[in-house]
């Protein structure tokens, strides 16, 4: 590390896996291009205790006392954890911290989460299924994690009880018809 005060050296500092794993999640990079964005990263925030907080514009990370990148995660949650975790904190305004949010297309959401629900039914909710959707969603321009991912999680959850009272549905009258058929054979 550089100076361990301000900056990182983001091409000497050591990464945990679940840091890369979190910051794919989040922000969709690998670790070339986390390594490329911990160079840019300067120190944020009130520091507690032996872990310092990095931050490049909306990406947040937190490194340990030996310098090792913990994990990454959205300047929001970051500033959502401060608030719950250091009283008096809460006065941090977080209308700032997401004032350039952009307009929700429900229309569109919805339509994206049906599409991706029809796709993997009835097997939507392995970690592959759900790694698929986040990579998808990122392609669409929607973070999975922010406001438009969890409206996203809330219209696929919906269309998945849809398929599946569709699919419930279905097999009752499979078993109604097939109860009806049998019981026409013992008539005869």
């Not at 991912?149 to 009258?173: C, H, P, T, W």
């Amino acid at each position: 590390m550089a100076n361990k005060d301000v900056l990182l050296d983001g091409r000497r500092v050591n990464i945990s896996r679940h840091a890369i794993g979190r910051y794919n999640e989040r922000f969709g990079g690998d670790e070339e291009a986390m390594r490329s964005q911990l160079s840019r990263a300067v120190l944020f925030g009130v520091q507690l205790g032996y872990d310092r907080i990095f931050l490049d514009s909306d990406a947040a990370f937190v490194v340990d006392r030996y310098g090792v990148v913990k994990t990454a995660l959205h300047k929001n949650m970051l500033v959502a954890n401060m608030q719950i975790s250091i009283r008096g904190l809460a006065d941090i305004d977080l209308e700032n911290v997401t004032k350039d949010k952009p307009e929700v297309d429900f229309q569109f959401i919805e339509s994206l989460a049906e599409q991706q629900c029809s796709s993997c039914f009835p097997r939507c909710f392995g970690k592959g299924a759900r790694k698929i959707r986040n990579r998808k969603l990122r392609r669409h321009g929607i973070d999975p994690g922010g406001e438009q991912g969890r409206i996203y999680d809330e219209l696929f959850l919906k269309a998945y009880q849809r398929m599946n009272q569709l699919r419930e549905k279905s097999l009752n009258q499979q078993q109604v018809k097939s109860a009806c058929s049998e019981r026409n054979e013992l008539a005869r």
